[in-house]
């Protein structure tokens, strides 16, 4: 099993002054340590009940990240489709692959923050059209990733000529890792679409795996192709008291397929419990 960091938050000591070195002193410490993937999330606004607390953009973030970095995988978990214009996701996500040696992914999904959006000025349409938005996302991205430079006809978007130059290192393209449990839609796509899938470490993971397994046989997809990852909140504990606990958790997520572990770990920014994982988590689930 593979273990990745997503950073949720962002109010930290020292306030936003301070913001920088501390970021870029969690991002250090975790792709020295072993961590396989490096996230952040997708939002402009905090979540829920505090919108108000700290929220960098993303991209830009992963674009201090990859600086900052030298091995990890860099993504967001997840993107929503509606935040940016397809081809401008394409290309951000290319600049993103060239510029960190091949190290992108593009974490994507269909977006739910409404308060947000709204706030923003950001277009909130309906569930179903944000689905119609996510699928059209991930054609248009695909073809940015491809030698066609043909135009591109979709309900939504409508690209006169899909160039995107350099191309990204990684091929034949980023790896998509497309985030949510839904089963009608979202998991149809991992199947069609995507390399990676994302979906909570909840009560019903183990149905939500055999959803997808029945949308890969649909497909004519390989199930074992795509990598199944579980949201998941790393609490280790001030001393790693909590390491034995996080073990046995992870050892019963792999034991039902999951093969990385990626999420929040709480109080990273103090450094002690991304050391604790890379010490003493990291290489205890390393042989699952």
């Not at 936003?16 to 999330?41: H, R």
Request: charged share 20%.
């Amino acid at each position: 099993m593979k273990i990745g960091i997503q950073i949720p938050n962002f109010t930290w000591p020292g306030g936003a002054a301070q913001l920088g070195p501390t970021l870029a002193n969690v991002v250090k410490t975790a792709d020295q340590g072993g961590f396989e993937y490096i996230a952040v999330m997708d939002h402009f606004w905090q979540l829920r009940d505090v919108p108000e607390l700290d929220m960098l953009e993303a991209y830009t973030a992963l674009g201090f990240i990859a600086a900052h970095t030298e091995r990890a995988k860099l993504l967001t978990v997840v993107t929503g489709a509606l935040y940016r214009y397809p081809a401008v996701l394409a290309k951000i996500i290319s600049t993103l692959d060239v510029l960190s040696g091949g190290r992108a992914i593009l974490g994507v999904g269909a977006g739910w923050n409404e308060a947000e959006s709204k706030g923003l000025g950001i277009p909130f349409p309906s569930t179903k059209i944000r689905f119609e938005l996510l699928e059209e996302a991930l054609q248009i991205c695909l073809q940015m990733w491809s030698d066609s430079e043909e135009p591109y006809e979709g309900k939504h978007n409508q690209l006169g000529r899909t160039l995107n130059v350099p191309q990204p290192l990684t091929k034949p393209h980023p790896p998509i890792m497309i985030g949510g449990g839904g089963e009608q839609k979202t998991l149809r796509f991992v199947a069609k679409y995507a390399q990676l899938c994302n979906v909570f470490d909840a009560p019903d993971i183990a149905h939500k795996l055999t959803v997808l397994r029945e949308h890969c046989e649909a497909e004519g997809r390989d199930y074992d192709e795509i990598e199944k990852t579980a949201y998941y909140i790393f609490n280790v504990g001030e001393n790693g008291e909590r390491v034995g606990e996080t073990v046995q958790r992870l050892r019963e997520l792999a034991d039902l397929g999951v093969q990385t572990a990626l999420g929040m770990i709480v109080d990273a920014h103090k450094i002690k419990p991304l050391e604790i994982i890379a010490n003493e988590v990291i290489p205890a689930v390393a042989e699952f």
